[in-house]
C-alpha cells in the first residue's frame, strides 16, 4: 500500500524567509503532484512532476522530484503573507484500476506572518 | 472556461434522507473521481470512473454509491447519511490517468 508522508505538518513563517516542505513517499511512482488548498475552498494544481530529477517554479515556489530516494520537496523562497494555505502532495499510481489514482499526503499547513 | 462545477455548494440533510450531489465538467475528460475531506485531513478517493468503468475503492461504504450518465456529468449518492458523513465531497476530472486532476469547488455537507 501506497503510503505518503508530508512534513512538516504545520509551518508557521516569517515573511521574507525561506522554507522546505517534504514529502516522501513509499512505493516506485514517477507521477508527484502539489496542490494548494485555501480554507473551505478546493484544491488548486500547482506543479506537475513527472520524471526524475523534474524541477518546477513559479513566483516563490519552487518543486523538485527525485524519484530514487523518493521524495520530492517545496521549496518556498521568501515568504509573504499570500502563501499561507494548506500544501499537499499527492503520488499517482500505475498500473491496472489503480491507474490515475492519487494518494494524498497529509498536508502542509503554512502559516506566513510578518 | 472549461471546469468543473458542483452542485450544491452546500447541502444540508437529515440523518438518513438520501442526498444526491452532482459534478458536471466541461473539459471532456474522461476520468471523474469522487473524494470526502474531513475537516484537517487529506481528501480521500471514494471512486472513481475511466470513460464508464467503475472503480470502486476497497473501503468506501456501501452507504455511497455513484452514476455517470454521460462523459459531462456524475453523481454521488449517499443513500443513508449519518452524522460522520457531514465533509467536503469534492469533484475532479482528469483527461487520462497520468495527467493532473481539475479539482471542482467542493459541495459541504452537513448531516443533522
Known amino acids: 500500500e501506497l503510503k505518503v508522508e508530508q512534513n512538516p505538518l504545520f509551518l508557521s513563517m516569517q515573511e521574507g524567509k525561506n522554507y522546505t516542505i517534504y514529502c516522501n513517499y513509499s512505493t516506485t511512482s514517477d507521477r508527484l503532484y502539489w496542490y494548494r488548498q485555501d480554507p473551505g475552498k478546493s484544491l488548486e494544481s500547482l506543479f506537475v512532476l513527472l520524471s526524475n530529477g523534474a524541477v518546477k517554479q513559479e513566483g516563490r515556489l519552487m518543486a523538485s522530484l527525485d524519484t530514487k530516494a523518493r521524495l520530492s520537496t517545496l521549496h518556498i523562497t521568501a515568504a509573504v503573507h499570500d502563501l499561507s494555505a494548506t500544501y499537499f502532495c499527492a503520488v499517482g499510481s500505475a498500473g491496472g484500476t489503480s491507474y490515475g489514482k492519487l494518494t494524498f499526503g497529509q498536508g502542509t499547513i503554512l502559516t506566513v506572518h510578518p | 472556461d472549461a471546469m468543473v462545477i458542483q452542485n450544491p455548494r452546500y447541502q444540508v440533510t437529515q440523518f438518513g434522507k438520501p442526498v444526491t450531489l452532482s459534478c458536471s465538467q466541461t473539459?471532456?475528460?474522461?476520468?471523474m473521481y469522487w473524494y470526502q475531506q474531513k475537516s484537517s485531513q487529506a481528501p480521500k478517493l471514494l471512486f472513481h470512473y475511466y470513460d464508464k468503468d467503475f472503480n470502486n475503492e476497497a473501503d468506501t461504504p456501501d452507504n455511497f454509491q455513484s452514476r455517470r450518465p454521460n462523459t459531462s456529468f456524475c453523481f454521488l449518492d449517499i443513500r443513508s447519511p449519518g452524522l460522520g458523513d457531514a465533509a467536503m465531497y469534492l469533484c475532479?476530472?482528469?483527461?487520462?490517468?497520468?495527467?493532473?486532476?481539475?479539482f471542482g469547488p467542493g459541495t459541504r455537507l452537513l448531516v443533522l
Open positions: 473539459l471532456n475528460h474522461n476520468v
Open positions: 475532479a476530472t482528469s483527461r487520462a490517468g497520468v495527467e493532473t486532476q481539475y
